[in-house]
């Protein structure tokens, strides 16, 4: 294999990529730090168990290696669970913090189409905070979209707790109700047909769940829901996300929801409602997050949380999909020296780039003038005892 080429699942961010990618994160993360959130940075490595304790992740997810004392470590698979480690060790109170960070997920077909490391910028808003918490949350999540100027995007809505009720009500076990999850979130309905066929519940019993698929749409569709399932759970589940709704609309927002009842996270830790951002113009989900209260009690201090993440590179395809994808700039200014000393042009660059002028030299005056015309440069300067303005046309002679 060549030396040069990448391992499959990682790409480069090429000039005019960067610049998009930059771009984005800054509208981004101006707008989480605009509702008060604080950047935070985690380490690239942890000690493998902060991602597998608890079933959490699986080891086989992780990028490993050995510390010098044996201990296994890993590379950052799940900021999320950073967070929280740094939370119950360094932090009380209720906490707003954001990230734009890598993670590393071990995948080991070639033919995936997923990436190995994979860019996001994300929010965890950590303490005791409930409807109110998850409204601010929701409505960063539609700005910091809208900031980042994609189009045509829906923010779908969920509660692990209605399936978790349907599951209680027709008496699945815990391990039998995780199975039943799995299948749901593959979209695998044939795989749920057999389940029910296999576990002896009775046809009048599954419709609850086979409903689920069909549980999309705007808020009629909880009227639907409320009568297909009887439920403490579940119930709860949907008077939330009726309260959710409503407040959003009041806040302008409403157009930027709807509800997904069949959208069941493949992640242990939530466990209350979830969150996933779709546009038309790229296939797969942009933001997923979602509320989850029980994540800090494996390191025995309970706390209430909720967050979200953006996907960087998806967005940055959608973005290109909807053709807003943008050059990086070109300088301002390309100078050339033949004869001049060195204090004059100094001073005379700086000067310019003080005033955010973007300056760069390149080689004689002929070459100056071939460059600035490859390049679209319309002025230069060439310094020839001083300095020199020149003006390039199109064709690219001196003006």
Known sequence: MSKVQLPFGMQ???PDDCYNKTKAENAICGVYSSYGYKKVSTPALEYADLFTSGSMMSEKRLFKLTDTDGSLLAMRADVTMQICRMYVTSMTGIQRMYYALDSYEYLDDSNSARDREFAQTGVELLGDTGAEGELEVLAMAADAL?????????VELGHVGYFDGLAEDLGLSAENAARLKRLINKKDMLGVELFFRNSGLSD???ESILSLTSLFGGKEILDKAEKLCAGEKSTAAIERLRYLLCKLDSMGLGKYFSI??????????????????LCEDIGVSILDGGRYDQLCSRWGRPTRAIGFAIGTRRLLAALRNQGTREKA?????????????????????????KKNIVVQVFGGEDALVDYCKSKGISRALLFDGAPIELTISEKGGKI
């Open 260 to 277: 997904d009842l069949g959208m069941v996270s493949a992640n242990n830790y939530y466990t209350g409602i979830v969150m996933k951002g």
């Open 204 to 206: 009048d019993s599954r």
């Open 329 to 353: 700039p070109k300088a301002d200014i390309a100078y050339a020296v033949t004869n001049c000393d060195e204090k004059t042009v100094r001073d005379t660059i700086v000067k310019l780039r």
């Open 146 to 154: 809208s900031a980042s100027g994609l189009k045509n995007f829906t």
């Open 12 to 14: 480069d961010y090429l």
